[in-house]
């Protein structure tokens, strides 16, 4: 079992060029296909225009999201005529209240999606939107990986999150292939409930369940001594040099995360290694 199709989004030519990098990198150590979809978006709001107004704005908005489309099309295949992968290039046009299925008609039929972080410095709204289409609408696993990114996929050594959740095991359940090729998976459980139904072996009968596919995997149990569940996840990263995190996405939800915070949200914001999410 492996990702055999692998699909990327690009939103705009400036793209963090570790994201088109770790596409590249894992369908070729996959053999897979990567699929880029190239979209130009046209990001007014329909019915907020003086009047007369309207047809005028929307040839020009449209006008300007086929060029974006056209140029981030041109960028990629610059990029990618030279490498040794299968590869394939589509372009859409569509308005941003519209781009939920137009990403979910793509991601659906794909084995894993590769983004970009879709939170801080130089991001937009779109690219939150493009990662919440494939995970919900999609229903598809996500690969974050940071702006550092080098290039190179490890998965050597992961450290997967286990909360008993659905979205953990479904998190954890797709990420099958990279599980089974790491050396050592790190399951990572954090302030177990003292009466949950793991309560005697938190961990257990999932390292048990990974171990039967071939995965190096055991339980690490830590107490919550930060505030934040990603902070003490990202801190057992550098205490054990992982290098991914497997987790799953939006136990709470968007809402809520988009208001108060979650470990979602933090961990795509803070990631110092590339994060695979599913829900």
Known sequence: MSYKSILTILTKVETPTAQLDAAVAMAR??????????????????????????????????????????AITAMVKQRLQAEDIRWSCDSLVTQLGALAPAVAMQARFCDIIVQARPYGIGRDQEDEAVVEAALFEGRAPVLIVPDT??????????????????????????????????????????????????????????????????????????????????????????DTNADMVVMGAYGHSRFREAILGGATRHMLEMAEVPVLMAH
């Not at 909360?163 to 095991?169: F, G, I």
């Not at 072996?201 to 055991?218: E, F, K, N, T, W």
């Open 29 to 70: 150590h996959g053999n897979a296909h990567l699929e880029v979809l190239c979209l130009g978006l046209d990001r007014t709001q329909a019915g907020y225009y003086y009047a007369g107004a309207t047809a005028f704005v929307q040839q020009e908005t449209l006008d300007h999201a086929q060029a974006e489309a056209e």
């Open 149 to 238: 990114f080098n290039g190179k996929l490890g998965g050597r050594r992961i450290v997967a999150a286990w909360n008993q959740s659905d979205e953990a095991l479904t998190a954890l359940r797709q990420a099958l292939p990279v599980l089974k090729a790491a050396e050592h998976v790190d399951l990572t459980v954090i302030d177990p409930p003292a009466h949950g139904p793991e309560r005697s072996d938190p961990g257990g009968r999932l390292c048990q369940m990974l171990v039967r596919h071939g995965v190096a995997a055991d339980v690490s149990v830590l107490a919550k001594t930060m505030p934040r569940v990603s902070d003490i996840l990202n801190r057992h990263v550098r």
